[in-house]
């Protein structure tokens, strides 16, 4: 992990980002009363470089973007985050490179009542939202989402501002799933949805675009001689309408015609191109993208499983015979680093404002609906048991955070003193293979327990294995407070491997248990994220609470590294989200006393002030 000194061209130092050589990830001081996570990774520091990217533009699992431009000339990033709740997350950028989460389309997903868990009936792992469609519409001033859930059921949310709220405005009808879908509003502002797997189909949409009013097929997978085609977008350049999609996992296709209906000629795009990135695919779903320059980019993903689908971006340039072509790296295919797409725009950071007093910021997702009586934010996030279960894949209220960069680490500081006989609580590396450090409650006693190998059916969701035990400490009498730590390599290439610590006094860690090795399979499509999960196995009535440390020794110790003063915002927590190329291990980051928001402090060689 890279520690970066902004400056302007001036040579004025404008902040600090503890971030990503090749992500420009960020952290920023945070007005926080509640630190839940601490993601972090080991720093060297070195000027930011503004004229170039790396790719991936963001190390985490944001697939099947829809990128497109508000009425605020900023860009807006839709994906799929399928059972986790709030549903269909929104990014947004100034300039396609460093990208800031900032709401869901869905508030809730619901869509059946496996979304909430019920006791003993059905779960919805790898359901919820997939790819799907995000676009502003001018001339009523709302934001559109539509997309399928359950392979069933077309659905549309609008919303007036892109933060929310989002209702939910209406639905196809069961059996019309307008599967991997783009929405294009046409000149004459008349809506069309492209979509389809294999067979594709164009559907316009009625003038308040709630219903639909015309369906043709207009494209087939055979037409460019393969068996699949999906991901779909649809745009309208310069009077021709294109379609772009995809054969998953290979080949990026461009369709065109001077109609929405056709008839469409097709021309490969990209086909096994090099990825960007050691270990990653080919990228090949997407969204294209024209900047008010006039300049055009193809945002895409890689799979690169633990970290899971991370999008990356390279430029196009359009041909004579009206259609895109990707501009290669110096690999001869997907570039790791081009020119910045908007190099006279200021970095911003990828930043993540966690202001957990009243609650939980756009980075935070539940697995699954969570039970709102359960659960309370206010200086601290109260999880009270919601579910009485054996199964962590079960529980209701498991908090979860994406993982981010190479070696990803996540801390969080629980008082336990008003858990319950029978209750577990910890800290999971969390995916359909999943391993954990917690606490047990038998009786009386409690004892630290590390858990590996809970494992789920990819595709189904039923369970495969509780999982073992592979370490066991106690907890001291008295004790009402404990810290817990995973460390992950998340890299494709790297080791994989997912250690787990606890203290009791949050400066010094001891591990419990061997490694456990994360799962690289691509079937349950979403990467590892970390869990904080509470639930009983006799009744309910217990709770834990996820309060602030005092991280200030740690922060001296990593601001100790610089020997020239540098302008922060002063808020409350320093939050080290980044890719390290560096070694793993050291705690970099902090909270700092409280000031009023927007007030800055000066950060120098003997720490903050």
Request: proline share 6%; aromatic share 12%.
């Amino acid at each position: 992990m890279d520690v970066i000194l902004h400056q302007h061209s001036s040579g004025e130092i404008i902040g600090l980002e503890i971030g990503a050589s090749s992500t420009m990830v960020s952290t920023r001081l945070l007005l926080l009363s509640a630190a839940l996570l601490l993601l972090t990774s080991a720093a060297t520091i070195r000027k930011c470089r503004e004229e170039t990217f790396q790719n991936p533009v963001l190390y985490e699992d944001y697939p099947d973007n829809d990128i497109s431009v508000g009425p605020d000339g900023a860009f807006y990033f839709s994906a799929s985050n399928f059972h986790y709740s709030p549903g269909a997350p929104i990014l947004r950028s100034l300039d396609l490179v460093n990208w800031e989460p900032v709401g869901h389309s869905i508030p809730r997903l619901n869509f059946g009542d496996g979304y909430d868990l019920p006791p003993g009936g059905p779960r919805a792992y790898r359901g919820g939202t997939w790819a799907s469609t995000l676009r502003y519409r001018e001339s009523d001033g709302l934001w559109y989402w539509i997309g399928c859930t359950n392979f069933w059921i077309t659905w549309v949310f609008t919303a007036s501002s892109v933060e929310g709220p989002w209702y939910n405005r209406a639905n196809f009808g069961g059996g019309n799933c307008m599967y991997d879908n783009g929405l294009l509003i046409d000149d004459d502002d008349t809506m069309y949805v492209v979509y389809g797997n294999g067979k594709i189909s164009v559907s316009q949409l009625a003038a308040d675009g709630l219903s639909v009013v015309k369906t043709q097929q207009v494209l087939q997978a055979s037409d460019v001689n393969t068996e699949t085609v999906e991901g779909n977008r649809m745009y309208k350049i310069n009077g021709t309408y294109y379609i772009l999609n995809d054969q998953p996992g290979s080949t990026t296709y461009i369709w065109k015609s001077s109609s929405p209906w056709g008839p469409y000629e097709a021309k490969i795009l990209g086909q096994n191109i090099a990825p960007p990135l050691e270990g990653g695919n080919s990228p090949h779903q997407g969204s294209l993208i024209k900047t008010a320059q006039g300049d055009w980019y193809f945002m895409s993903f890689t799979w690169a499983y633990p970290a899971g689908r991370m999008p990356v971006l390279a430029p196009i340039v359009w041909g004579a015979d009206g259609f895109p072509e990707i501009v290669k790296g110096s690999n001869g295919g997907w570039g790791s680093s081009y020119p910045l797409p908007l190099s006279s725009q200021p970095l911003y950071n990828w930043t993540r404002t966690y202001t957990f007093e009243s609650e939980l910021g756009p980075t935070w997702e539940w697995n699954h609906n969570p039970d709102v009586a359960s659960f309370e934010v206010n200086n601290g996030v109260i999880l009270r048991t919601a579910s009485v279960t054996e199964d962590i894949y079960s529980a209701r209220n498991t908090l979860t955070h994406r993982i981010h960069g190479e070696f990803p680490k996540g801390t969080v500081e629980i008082d336990f003193s008003n858990m319950a006989d029978g209750d577990r609580f910890g800290l999971a590396a969390f995916r359909d293979q999943t391993a954990y450090i917690g606490i047990h409650r038998n009786g009386s006693e409690y004892t630290l327990k590390a858990i590996q190998g809970i494992i789920i059916d990819a595709e189904s969701g039923n369970p495969v294995d509780p999982g073992k035990e592979v370490a066991s400490a106690p907890v001291p009498s008295g004790a009402a407070k404990i810290w817990f730590r995973a460390e992950l390599d998340a890299r494709p290439t790297g080791t994989r491997d997912a250690d787990f610590f606890y203290s009791f006094d949050g400066v010094e860690f001891t591990k419990l248990g061997d490694a456990y090795k994360l799962n690289s399979g691509w079937e349950f499509f979403i990467a590892y994220r970390f869990g904080i999960f509470n639930f009983a196995t006799k009744q309910l009535g217990g709770s834990i609470k996820a309060n602030t440390g005092d991280w200030n020794l740690q922060a001296r110790q990593l601001l100790s590294k610089f020997k020239r003063p540098t302008i922060v915002r002063r808020e409350a927590l320093i939050f080290s989200l980044a890719k390290s190329r560096a070694q793993p291990g050291l705690i970099s980051t902090s909270t700092v006393s409280h000031r009023t928001p927007g007030t800055f402090g000066i950060l120098t060689d003997s720490g903050l002030r």
